[in-house]
């Protein structure tokens, strides 16, 4: 966490990350609801089907977009100075641009599924970032006292 040494956050940033942060968490588990365990893997293996239902009727990819919001969120409750916010979430922007580049060329001609999961299984994958981003927030929290 090396942005965090660099941080100046106050209560306004931290209640702006906070309003940015919160519906991206939403919008990851709600997402992984309907895409199932395909997207919970860091193996590269194209995507055997699409998914077409919950956020994915309207989203291409509602996951990277969570993702780009959650680290916005992250970003902007950090107070760095703006320069470094704005280089840090371009990088995080064309990172998930060239995952979803890459994605939305695997994605035509495979079978729609709907491999809609319980929301228990999605709280145990989403676990990890639920604790990582409370961390985040308590550090920043602690470093405004």
């Not at 919950?54 to 291409?60: Q, T």
């Not at 709280?123 to 604790?131: D, F, M, Q």
Request: proline share 8%; net charge positive.
């Amino acid at each position: 966490m090396p942005a965090l040494w660099r941080a100046a956050p106050s209560a306004w940033t931290l209640l702006w990350g906070v309003l940015i942060a919160a519906p991206a968490l939403l919008l990851r588990a709600w997402a992984f609801a309907h895409l199932g365990g395909q997207g919970r893997t860091r193996d590269p293996a194209p995507p055997t089907h699409r998914v077409r239902s919950g956020p994915y009727a309207r989203l291409h990819h509602p996951v990277y977009l969570a993702n780009v919001l959650l680290a916005a969120g992250m970003l902007a409750a950090a107070g760095l100075p703006r320069s470094w916010a704005l280089a840090l979430l371009v990088g995080v922007l064309g990172f998930y641009g060239l995952l979803a580049w890459r994605e939305s060329a695997q994605l035509p001609g495979l079978p729609v599924a709907a491999p809609r999961v319980t929301w228990a299984r999605v709280a145990r994958w989403e676990r990890s970032t639920w604790i990582t981003t409370a961390l985040w927030f308590t550090l920043l929290g602690l470093r405004c006292l």
